[in-house]
């Protein structure tokens, strides 16, 4: 595990985008694995002014996003469908049929689950996946709990991500309660994984992922168990380790 601290969020961002460009720059044809939120988006304003500079191509990238919650439509401003749109898929050029988002309005929600992993498959795997990690020590949307589901799973959201997740609502009701999300096997089977973490928010659960024991109750611990993996933290998050 390679770990490196960052000054602050645009040292963090910055380095996570040469990272990402590197890949994508080493294969033209990458499969990234993508996050959603507020860790990312330095991230994504950074691939699309490398793109806009003439200095990355996404025409043959392939791209497969972590999570989605269940009843949001694309159209809806607090999806992870329109955050991507907005963030990154509508400033490169990424092909339309090379993009995949979980489907949060699928009628059969196992069917959709199974789907998407098959299409993961069939991509050759994800080179690269972008995780962000949640202050209870989520990685995608696997919850804590007393076991982990392995493949693409519809999971029941916790108290404290509905309430940390709160923040891009008018209110907490309205936070979906459930999501769809890559399961924990999904993510680990990537040929590689770039952590992103900033903020003291961030700083205990990346204490518990990196160097406490591997547990179901912090989801990001099992990232200790993969071999290709670059933590990238600012600071603040770094604070204790
Ligand atoms: C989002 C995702 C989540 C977030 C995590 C941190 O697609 O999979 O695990 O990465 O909740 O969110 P932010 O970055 O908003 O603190």
Redesign the pocket.
């Known amino acids: 595990m390679k770990i490196r601290i960052a000054e602050d969020y645009d040292q963090m961002s910055t380095w996570a985008a040469e990272l990402v460009a590197q890949q994508i720059k080493e294969k033209h044809n990458s499969v990234l694995g993508?996050?959603?939120?507020?860790?990312?988006e330095g991230l994504y304003r950074l691939l699309v002014q490398m793109y806009q500079e003439g200095k990355l191509d996404f025409s043959h990238i392939i791209t497969f996003?972590?999570?989605e919650y269940l009843g949001l439509a694309p159209t809806h401003p607090q999806s992870?469908a329109y955050f991507m749109h907005q963030h990154l898929l509508d400033h490169v050029n990424l092909k339309p049929e090379n993009i995949h988002l979980p489907d949060g309005l699928a009628q059969d929600l196992d069917a959709f689950c199974q789907k998407y992993e098959e299409q993961i498959i069939a991509a050759g795997g994800i080179d690269l996946q972008v995780?962000?990690?949640?202050?209870n020590g989520?990685?995608?949307?696997n919850e804590p709990h007393h076991y982990l589901s392995v493949g693409t799973h519809t999971v029941r959201l916790t108290e404290d991500?509905i309430e940390?997740?709160s923040r891009f609502f008018n209110s907490k009701d309205e936070v979906p309660h459930q999501a769809v999300?890559m399961g924990m096997g999904t993510i680990l089977k990537a040929k590689k994984i770039l952590l992103l973490a900033n903020g003291k928010t961030?700083a205990k659960a990346i204490k518990d992922a990196l160097c406490g024991r591997i547990t179901t109750r912090i989801p990001a611990s099992f990232l200790q168990l993969h071999r290709d993996i670059t933590v990238i933290v600012d600071k603040e998050a770094a604070s204790l380790l």
């Open positions: 993508l996050a959603t939120g507020s860790t990312p996003n972590l999570d992870y995780l962000g990690i949640g202050r989520h990685i995608g949307f991500t940390a997740n999300t961030k």
